[in-house]
T-cell receptor, first 115, second 112 residues
Framework: AQSVTQLDSQVPVFEEAPVELRCNYS??????LFWYVQYPNQGLQLLLK??????LVKGINGFEAEFNKSQTSFHLRKPSVHISDTAEYFC?????????????FGSGTQLTVLP | DGGITQSPKYLFRKEGQNVTLSCEQN?????MYWYRQDPGQGLRLIYY???????QKGDIAEGYSVSREKKESFPLTVTSAQKNPTAFYLC???????????FGQGTRLTVV
């Protein structure tokens, strides 16, 4: 079984400031890791994913994340945020094995970018 | 355009009534999923299906039922046995062997 913990439920930040959204996971098997973004009353859009290889992955909209296996973390970062980044962000994992991609999600982090 | 279509976007029902949420995809994906989203709880898996005429329970299947008669379609029925059905429901799909799941725009169900 897997579990995902997003350490901050709400993160307010001023425009053009850097931001880090924290994610820790627990799993008895190897997993793929994802960050999704959700705008109000919409579905989820994939920001980035870690499958293997380089632990620093780059995604859309200037976001990046770093996989740390020893700390079982996958924190999301952006060096300079914009008003349009205001949304809810979800960290998720899925096991390597199996053909289905059922995801285990964290509880989400609401990022609010202030002018 | 290829994608996942959920309908309707908003749905209101009286308590005790069954209601069916539609999910259709034209991505030729093998697997489809239903998630429930509640504020502060993230998304939780209700059911998923890897092939036609087969599906498996997720973490919170009680009070829900699904069918997979066609590859493109995976409707979810919220039955009267579901004690707290008001939520945002998201459908997703993925291609076998692929790592990514794609999501629909969701259906917000309100039971009064």
């Amino acid at each position: 079984a897997q579990s995902v913990t997003q350490l901050d439920s709400q993160v307010p930040v001023f425009e053009e400031a850097p931001v880090e959204l924290r994610c820790n996971y627990s799993s008895s098997v190897s997993v793929y890791l994802f960050w999704y973004v959700q705008y109000p009353n919409q579905g989820l859009q994939l920001l980035l994913k870690y499958l293997s290889g380089s632990t620093l992955v780059k995604g859309i909209n200037g976001f990046e994340a770093e996989f740390n296996k020893s700390q079982t973390s996958f924190h999301l970062r952006k060096p300079s945020v914009h008003i349009s980044d205001t949304a809810e962000y979800f960290c998720a994992v899925t096991p390597f094995s199996g053909s289905a991609r059922q995801l285990t999600f964290g509880s989400g982090t609401q990022l609010t970018v202030l002018p | 355009d290829g994608g996942i279509t959920q309908s309707p976007k908003y749905l209101f029902r009286k308590e005790g009534q069954n209601v069916t949420l539609s999910c259709e995809q034209n991505l030729n994906h093998d697997a489809m999923y239903w998630y429930r989203q509640d504020p502060g709880q993230g998304l939780r898996l209700i059911y998923y299906s890897q092939i036609v005429n087969d599906f498996q329970k997720g973490d919170i299947a009680e009070g829900y039922s699904v069918s997979r008669e066609k590859k493109e379609s995976f409707p979810l029925t919220v039955t009267s046995a579901q004690k707290n059905p008001t939520a945002f429901y998201l459908c997703a799909s993925s291609l076998q062997g692929n790592t990514e799941a794609f999501f629909g725009q969701g259906t917000r169900l309100t039971v009064v």
